[in-house]
């Protein structure tokens, strides 16, 4: 009898003991973690704006995207939850082109600024060392113009407010390095426009009125990072 209570504690045992352990399967997608990203951007008009008035005018702009990003994870159940942040820019840009505005001496250049993003994301465990997950949050995009007209030169940022939405894959290498490989639309509905030369505005804001936009954003990004 006394053998068999023996059994039944040291099984009990094993079973209270495995219990922690299990609960560490999910411990390589929690923690603080630091990353690298690049990939594939690339920016058009919403549906609300008609962007075919010029055949010669790039439809949408693309290019390389690069940057940082930080966040924490943790373990909720079976569900991982994590804030994040973003710092990014792109290669994108373009030139604005008309055969009429060119004979006059205008010209116009775009190219893609930095980008910020902070928002959250839930996974779910898909194996012992891959993690499906959603994203979502906030987007701030910059575009850089320059103008000409011949005579005078106006540069301007534009800056735009969004929401950003996702899903990816991320593969632990291990506890403390992963790669990951996800795809996010971004919409940016407001913007104002940033002068450097506060001599348009009697303010010395050097800021437009917010103004209503219609601007969809696509990237693909593959990024590495270390887990702490």
């Not at 009990?12 to 352990?21: G, K, N, Y």
């Not at 999910?26 to 075919?52: C, H, L, M, Q």
């Not at 011949?150 to 291990?174: I, Q």
């Not at 030369?197 to 009125?209: M, N, R």
């Amino acid at each position: 009898m006394k053998k068999g209570i023996a059994l039944i504690l040291a099984s009990a045992s094993a079973t209270a003991l495995a219990i922690p352990a299990a609960a560490q399967d999910n411990s390589a997608f929690t923690g603080p973690r630091i990353e690298g990203i690049a990939g594939y951007d690339i920016s058009k008009a919403g549906s609300d704006v008609d962007n075919e008035f010029n055949d010669e005018d790039d439809q949408s702009i693309d290019g390389l995207l690069y940057g940082v990003g930080v966040g924490y994870d943790v373990a909720v159940g079976g569900i991982v939850l994590g804030a994040e942040a973003e710092l990014s820019k792109s290669t994108a840009d373009t030139e604005i082109v008309d055969g009429d505005l060119e004979d006059l001496g205008f010209g116009a250049q775009l190219d893609t600024g930095r980008d910020i993003y902070v928002g959250a994301r839930a996974g779910i465990l898909a194996g012992d060392n891959m993690l499906l997950y959603v994203k979502g949050g906030y987007t701030n995009a910059r575009y850089n113009l320059l103008a000409d007209d011949g005579t005078t030169e106006l540069e301007t940022n534009l800056d735009l407010d969004g929401y950003r939405v996702g899903a990816g894959a991320e593969y632990a290498m291990s506890e403390n390095t992963f790669v990951k490989l996800e795809y996010r639309y971004s919409n940016y509905s407001e913007g104002e426009f940033d002068f450097n030369d506060d001599d348009f505005f009697d303010d010395d804001t050097g800021e437009s009125d917010r103004f209503d936009a219609d601007l969809d954003r696509h990237q693909v990004a593959v990024g590495f990072g270390l887990r702490f």
